[in-house]
């Protein structure tokens, strides 16, 4: 009831806004919170609520009406400058606990369309693309649900995302489960309409089939793009059981459909057992750059990025990360894991080392929870994502 009587006094916060958002229709705060004596019918008990509960934060109960003042909570080398953010900020876990709210992305806000936004976060939750493991179609949600521990700022890259880029959780991309084919043409559309209006997608899978139709999008706005893709497989095989879409084909279709810059492909982290005596012919074929997972072991990334970046020149790129190019110590929760495998390590610095690169899109796949209860694998997932967004163009230094 407390909850009810505050929810019905929401009109008297939107009396502060002058910018309409897709969320809840007020002016987001950004770094602050209101403290005060709340006048109130409802009990004492709700008249302790804070505003940190009435901002238009996920899953918050905004309405009470109060004589407040604002409070930096902040740290001072990142104390805000204004009261009102016009930039979509997570709200810091010193004053409202992590577990409150709606599970979205590091605790966004959610809109219902990528319109206004410099970069949207969107899931994909299908995995009947799958070979061996299902299961990543939970894979969004479980991010989300790990996402929390997330905080706003990257001090050991010295940006600072949210201050710089319109962003927000756009929820999942519709899907039909018992028609892959459907699927694509479902997650095509809804990827055209993302980008449409210059938005940045990165992308929850799902399984790797989904950068098919991804790709089919961007590549309409955009031409062909390079690709930085971490994985333990090419993904460039042809067929299995007599299909040509599942999550052993994307790049092969995307290929076939000139989707891609061959030249401007790199393959960083492959690795495992095969079918054939030489598995990597046909993307040596196309012009691509294979890395294999034997030539990272024990060595620092970051001269094989500079190399990288280089390779990528000024024309569009988009990033596609498989979970499975970790070693599965790290990341065990997916479908088909192969041993001797990158390091998390390994995988920041590559993720690092496209700052610079005209990045049009990203996505973070094959994350399947329940191989992993420690849950350290959507985790891990969550993190690399913050990090795609940290590298897009447009975030500044602190």
């Not at 008990?45 to 905004?62: D, E, F, H, K």
């Not at 004589?67 to 810091?92: G, L, T």
């Amino acid at each position: 009831m407390e909850a009810l009587c505050l929810l019905g006094r929401r009109a008297q916060f939107r009396m502060l806004s002058h910018k309409k958002s897709a969320f809840l229709g007020t002016r987001r705060l950004s770094g602050t919170f209101l403290s005060g004596r709340l006048e109130s019918p409802c009990s004492q008990t709700s008249q302790q609520v804070r505003a940190a509960a009435g901002s238009a934060w996920p899953g918050s109960l905004p309405g009470a009406r109060s004589r407040f003042r604002w409070k930096s909570v902040s740290p001072e080398r990142f104390a805000p400058q204004r009261c009102f953010s016009d930039f979509n900020v997570p709200p810091c876990a010193e004053f409202v606990a992590r577990p409150v709210g709606i599970c979205s992305l590091f605790k966004l806000p959610i809109w219902t369309s990528a319109e206004g936004l410099d970069a949207a976060f969107v899931g994909v939750p299908l995995d009947t693309g799958t070979s061996n493991r299902p299961g990543a179609r939970f894979g969004p949600r479980h991010i989300r649900a790990e996402s929390t521990m997330m905080r706003r700022f990257n001090p050991s890259t010295g940006v600072d995302p949210y201050h710089s880029l319109m962003v927000a959780d756009i929820g999942d991309v519709n899907v039909n489960l018992y028609d892959l084919k459907d699927s694509c043409r479902q997650i095509r559309e809804a990827f055209q309409t993302i980008v449409a209006g210059g938005c940045i997608p990165l992308t929850m899978g799902g399984d790797h089939t989904i950068t098919y139709p991804i790709l089919q999008a961007i590549a309409e706005k955009h031409g062909p793009v390079g690709l930085v893709h971490v994985d333990a497989h090419t993904d460039t095989g042809d067929q299995a059981l007599g299909e040509k879409i599942y999550h052993g084909t994307p790049f092969r279709r995307c290929v076939d459909e000139g989707l891609l810059d061959c030249k401007r492909v790199a393959q960083i982290g492959i690795r495992g057992s095969s079918y054939t005596r030489d598995p990597y012919k046909y993307c040596w074929d196309q012009g691509f750059r294979v890395v294999l997972a034997e030539d990272c072991w024990t060595k620092s990334l970051v001269p094989l990025m500079a190399e990288v970046r280089k390779q990528m020149g000024v024309g569009p790129v988009y990033i596609s990360f498989d979970i499975d190019g970790i070693d599965p110590a790290y990341a065990p929760g997916t479908g088909t894991p192969e041993i001797a495998g990158l390091t998390p390590a390994q995988a920041l610095e590559i993720i690092r080392g496209c700052q610079g690169l005209n990045i049009v899109g990203c996505d973070l796949v094959e994350v399947a929870p329940m191989y992993d209860l420690s849950g350290n694998t959507a985790l891990l997932g969550a993190n690399l994502l913050f990090e795609m967004l940290c590298v897009l163009p447009g975030v500044k230094m602190t």
